[in-house]
């Protein structure tokens, strides 16, 4: 497995005002990704001059505000293997899911740490 990105994302159900935060702080938006098949979402992916990333992730559903590390890998099923392996464990509320162009699990750290395992799915 090759992690291929390594970021920060912040899941909440207003992104407005994340986004605005991270735009005073030298950020802009890349792109947004929104999608409605398991869980209604919107990805705002954006990036600084220095190349940092940070996701804010708009989930309705959502009652608070969460953090998360969101590693992209280039084997999803091999990530999984491998985090399970160390004891984590799929994030209550947050099925694995794949859309067009992803496939994506948030799983929990024995120390309650939320990582984003994501792979993207080449067309």
């Known amino acids: 497995m090759k992690i291929t990105t390594f970021?920060?994302?912040?899941?909440?159900?207003?992104?407005?005002?994340v986004i605005q935060l991270f735009k005073e702080l030298g950020f802009e938006q890349t792109h947004n990704k929104a999608e409605n098949n398991d869980v209604e979402f919107s990805a705002h992916r954006m990036k600084?001059?220095?190349?940092?990333?940070?996701?804010v992730v708009e989930v309705p559903a959502v009652?608070?505000?969460?953090?998360?590390?969101?590693?992209?890998?280039d084997n999803y099923e091999e990530a999984i293997e491998f985090f399970m392996s160390k004891g984590?464990?799929?994030?209550?509320?947050?099925?694995?899911?794949t859309t067009k162009s992803s496939k994506y699990a948030y799983l929990v750290s024995p120390t309650g740490v939320i990582y984003d395992i994501c792979q993207h799915i080449k067309k």
Request: proline share 8%; aromatic share 10%.
């Open 7 to 17: 970021n920060p994302s912040i899941i909440t159900n207003d992104a407005e005002p």
């Open 48 to 55: 600084n001059e220095g190349g940092f990333h940070v996701d």
């Open 63 to 73: 009652k608070q505000t969460y953090t998360a590390i969101r590693i992209n890998v």
């Open 88 to 97: 984590f464990r799929e994030a209550r509320g947050f099925a694995p899911s």
